[in-house]
């Protein structure tokens, strides 16, 4: 299925000069959601996954919905100070700043084998500051799965540069 035209584009937001890839029209079409969430699923059938991570907030959405089709737990990483017990904590450079993002002490297990999910993968930020996080914590990111990339600021090539299993499901090339 072609997920493009499922994807509103929505210009100047938040600010002059972004396209802002907005997946919720994606979500509010059962048929395509549906599919999206069959070809996320797909690369992980048959593979050992004990838990999806999924980075908030369109990531819970995505990865709430992987998780249950491959019978996983799910693990929500936050953004700082939602979380409501003792966390582990992994700060991430901004285009201005700093931001971070938690997991609780508990979330993994060591040795436990984890996919990332997001809606976007962009420059992979806060998708590499969540690898370390869970990989701090002892678990091994055997994946990360996004619905959208934009292969121009390069996140998905970090991540494979990491030697992470990469899959994306639309690309927004230059623009």
Same mark, same amino acid.
Request: hydrophobic fraction near 45%; include cysteine; proline fraction near 5%.
């Given at each position: 299925?072609?997920?493009?035209?499922?994807?509103?584009? *929505?210009?100047?937001?938040?600010?002059?000069?972004?396209?802002?890839? &907005?997946? $919720?029209?994606?979500?509010?079409?059962?048929?395509?959601?549906?599919?999206?969430? &069959?070809?996320?699923?797909?690369?992980?059938?048959?593979?050992?996954? &004990?838990?999806?991570?999924?980075?908030?907030?369109?990531?819970?959405?995505? @990865?709430?919905?992987?998780?249950?089709?491959?019978?996983?737990?799910?693990?929500?990483?936050?953004?700082?100070? #939602?979380?409501?017990?003792?966390?582990?904590?992994?700060?991430?450079?901004?285009?201005?700043? #700093?931001?971070?993002?938690? *997991?609780?002490?508990?979330?993994?297990?060591?040795?436990?084998?984890?996919?990332?999910?997001?809606?976007? *993968?962009?420059? @992979?930020?806060?998708?590499?500051?969540?690898?370390?996080?869970?990989?701090?914590?002892?678990?091994?990111?055997?994946?990360?799965?996004?619905?959208?990339?934009?292969?121009?600021?390069?996140?998905?090539?970090?991540?494979?540069?990491? @030697? #992470? &299993?990469?899959? $994306?499901?639309?690309?927004?090339?230059?623009?």
């Amino acid at each position: 299925m072609d997920f493009k035209p499922y994807i509103r584009t *929505i210009p100047d937001h938040p600010k002059k000069g972004i396209q802002f890839r &907005d997946v $919720t029209t994606l979500f509010g079409n059962p048929r395509a959601f549906r599919s999206a969430v &069959d070809a996320l699923v797909q690369p992980y059938a048959g593979v050992k996954v &004990d838990k999806i991570a999924g980075i908030e907030a369109r990531g819970f959405i995505l @990865g709430g919905a992987v998780a249950h089709q491959l019978s996983t737990g799910f693990v929500p990483v936050r953004k700082k100070g #939602k979380l409501p017990w003792k966390v582990l904590s992994e700060e991430y450079d901004l285009e201005y700043g #700093k931001d971070s993002i938690e *997991i609780h002490v508990d979330a993994v297990k060591p040795g436990e084998h984890i996919v990332v999910v997001d809606d976007l *993968i962009a420059t @992979g930020g806060t998708a590499f500051a969540a690898i370390k996080l869970l990989e701090r914590a002892g678990a091994k990111v055997v994946g990360c799965l996004f619905l959208v990339d934009l292969p121009d600021l390069g996140g998905a090539g970090k991540l494979r540069a990491l @030697g #992470k &299993d990469v899959t $994306t499901l639309v690309c927004f090339e230059g623009d």
